[in-house]
């Protein structure tokens, strides 16, 4: 199995993977991505041949300093700067209109790329050791759910990848927030890592993306994060017939109150992601809950829906598009 720790040598041996042309899976704060040279687009086709990724679907490209977005955009506009400044490294993306520079087919052939510095010290050393661009989509088969371990990443692409550095579990768990700049009203394509209130907080109003608006955004194609077993969001455990409970497992993304508690009797296995008020917790373990009750054998997953604010927001996206599959 071609997974190793991320040592000094291991980051140098994916670098000069990255820079030969080749791809190579690695850890960022919000999910394992699959990368190669931005600028090299024999490079970025083995990424959608090996997830097998429909090239209508454009890729992040990942930097590891704000001094490398002048060369792959043409323009910054105040809000977008604002928010590089204040949220990068970390899991924000900002689609903004493209230079030559990023290979045509890493953006799908929009003339806009979406770019992001990812909160990851081996991301970073990575990137930096390349001396280039990494464009890098979540390191998963298309249509799976993205992988918060090395070992997600190997179990859905195994012998497909020449290296796997492993960085141990990603912190923030889900998806960066995107959010493009391309009209005049910035706009939400995707909620993520980091929520709209901290985003709204510092450039005012954004206003969020209809289903199917923007660009084609397949990573927001309705049953991307589908698992096997057939998830379905509720409001409350009693929309659970006691004869489904059996063979059911109930996902809990943070505890129920005490007299609904007593209503969630007689469930299979109940998995618990996180302790009250603690969204960024369950976040962080949502991918990883999804891949392991997947493997559990029940014949149905429901989840209970929480408020959709803050981190709420991009968990319940996350749920529903589980459930769309
Ligand atoms: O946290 C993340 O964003 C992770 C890590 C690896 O950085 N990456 C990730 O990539 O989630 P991926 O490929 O699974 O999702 C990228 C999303 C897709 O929905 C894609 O359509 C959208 O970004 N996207 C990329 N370029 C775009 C563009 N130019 N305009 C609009 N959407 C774009
Ligand atoms: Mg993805």
Redesign the pocket.
Known sequence: MPVVTATEENIDRAAELIRSGRIVAFP?E????LGADATDGDAIAHIFAVKERPSF????V?ICAREMLPSLVTTIPEPAAILARRFWPG?L?I?LPKTPIVADIA?AG?L???V?M?DHPVALELIKRAERPIA????NLFGHI?PTTARHVVDQLGDRVPLVLDGGPCRVGL??T?I?FIDREPLL??P??LSLEQIEALIGPVRQAASGE???????GSSHYAPRTALTVIEDPNEVSQEERSCAALLLVQPLSEEQMETAAGFAHIELLAEADRLEHAAAALFAARHHLDRGRFQHIYAVSIPETGLGRAIMDRLRRAQNG
């Open positions: 960022t919000t999910v394992y991505g679907d454009p890729l992040i990942h899991p993306t689609v953006t929009l806009t790329v979406a992001r990812p890098a989509p979540s390191a993205s998806e960066s995107i493009s394509l995707r993520g890592g923007g660009p084609l955004a397949p990573g927001r």
